[in-house]
C-alpha cells in the first residue's frame, strides 16, 4: 500500500523567504507524485506533478519540486515566499496498482509573515 | 474553463436525517471521485467511478453511504442516517482517465452534522 508523510503539519515563513515543505512516500512501484494546494473553502489546485523523466519538476506560482527516489522524497521549494502562498499543501502519491488511486499526506499548512 | 461543479456548498443538519450531495464533473472527463477530507487531514478516497461503474469504494462505509452515477457523467453521495462524525468536507474530483492520477477537484460541500 502507498503511503505519504509530510513533516510539519504548520510552517511560518518570512515574506521573500525561501519555502520548504517535505514529503516523504512508500510505494511498491515508480510512483507518480503530485503537490496540490488548498485555499480555505476551496477545493485542491493542482501545483505540479512527477511521472517520468526530469527529476526537478517546475509548477505554477514559482513552485518545484524534485524527486529523490534513493531518499523517497519529493520536497516542496519556492525561492521567495509571498503573501498569497498561504494556503495548505498536500503531497500525493498515485497507485498505478490500484486505478491510479490518489493517495494524499495530512498536509502542511503555510503562514506568510509580512 | 471547465470546472468540477458541486451543491450545496454548505450543509448543515442533525444527526439520523438524511443529506445528498451533488457534483457534475468536466465535460468528457469519465473518471469520477468523492473524497471526504476531515478538518486538519489529507482527503481520503471514498469511492471511484469509472464512466457509471464503481471501480473502488473499499473505504465507503456502505451501512450509511451510497454513491451513484447512472448515467456515467454526474454523480450523487448520498448519507443515510448521519452521524456526528460525517461532519466533514466531501470533494469531488474528475479526470479524463485513470491513468496519470491528475485529478480536478471541486470546491468542495463541508457537512456539519449537529
Partial sequence: AQSVTQLGSHVSVSEGALVLLRCNYSSSVPPYLFWYVQYPNQGLQLLLKYTTGATLVKGINGFEAEFKKSETSFHLTKPSAHMSDAAEYFCAVSDQAAGNKLTFGGGTRVLVKP | ?114
Fill in chain 2, 1 to 114: 474553463e471547465a470546472e468540477v461543479a458541486q451543491s450545496p456548498r454548505y450543509k448543515i443538519t442533525e444527526k439520523s436525517q438524511a443529506v445528498a450531495f451533488w457534483c457534475d464533473p468536466i465535460s468528457g472527463h469519465a473518471t469520477l471521485y468523492w473524497y471526504r477530507q476531515i478538518l486538519g487531514q489529507g482527503p481520503e478516497l471514498l469511492v471511484q467511478f469509472q464512466d457509471e461503474s464503481v471501480v473502488d469504494d473499499s473505504q465507503l462505509p456502505k451501512d450509511r453511504f451510497s454513491a451513484e452515477r447512472l448515467k456515467g457523467v454526474d454523480s450523487t453521495l448520498k448519507i443515510q442516517p448521519a452521524e456526528l462524525g460525517d461532519s466533514a468536507m466531501y470533494l469531488c474530483a474528475s479526470s479524463f482517465g485513470a491513468d496519470t492520477g491528475e485529478l480536478f477537484f471541486g470546491e468542495g460541500s463541508r457537512l456539519t452534522v449537529l
